[in-house]
């Protein structure tokens, strides 16, 4: 999460969306950079608006307008896929380095998910329920209309790096597979739909 005082903005570190070359390319401009432990670095929109928020708004005197970014639900669950193929995934039960995306993702849908699945949902970081939730919300893929409403907020150019990639691997699903995504998933992807 990263806070700008001055220009009353507060970038929330959707997971998997490159908030760490985010953070590293904006953490000098941002008043406050919240980067560990992972908890708070990733405070969902429900969380800012009822811890942080309040206090930011008391201080100031005005209210901050609240950005974040999200993935395609598919491919933001073949990223978290990706992601604990890593050889330095320390926790062996949170690896999927002995399993296939298809294996993953029905893992992901079933109830209780194992722990290598268990990554939670953009939807419910992103959706505050039963109050008010992002003020713009940026598609991933799109990633260079957020990079522009940055440099005009913030006033100057940003070239992000390339941190933080994960390796390269299938994420070939089968029909059924899709179709449990589509059901299971439909919060999120009537949510990520729903951006222009």
């Known amino acids: 999460m990263l806070i700008f005082w001055e220009q009353r903005l507060v970038f929330l570190a959707t997971p998997k969306t490159g908030t760490t070359a ?35 708004e008391a201080a100031s005197g005005e209210p901050f ?9 598919r491919a933001w669950l073949g990223s978290w896929y990706r992601h604990r193929q ?15 995306f298809d ?13 290598f699945a268990a990554v939670g949902s ?18 991933y893929e ?24 994960s390796p390269a691997a299938p994420l070939d699903l089968s029909p059924e597979t899709e179709d449990l995504v589509r059901r299971t998933m439909a919060r999120d992807l009537a949510l990520y739909a729903s951006l222009d």
């Open 65 to 73: 307008t609240v950005v974040a970014l999200m993935r395609e639900p």
């Open 142 to 165: 799109e990633i260079g209309r957020f990079i522009d409403f940055l440099e005009e907020r913030l006033g100057c150019e940003i070239i992000l790096p390339r941190l933080n990639v």
């Open 122 to 139: 953009q939807a419910r970081f992103l959706d505050a329920t039963g109050g008010q939730g992002l003020d713009r919300l940026f598609r």
């Open 22 to 56: 985010i953070e590293t390319a904006l953490e000098s401009l941002a008043a406050a950079s919240i980067q560990r432990p992972p908890l708070l670095k990733h405070t969902s929109v429900e969380s800012y608006r009822r811890f942080i928020g309040p206090y930011l």
């Open 103 to 115: 294996e993953f993702v029905r893992a992901y849908v079933s109830d209780p998910q194992p722990e």
């Open 86 to 100: 890593r050889d330095d995934v320390v926790e062996a039960a949170k690896s999927t380095a002995h399993v296939t």
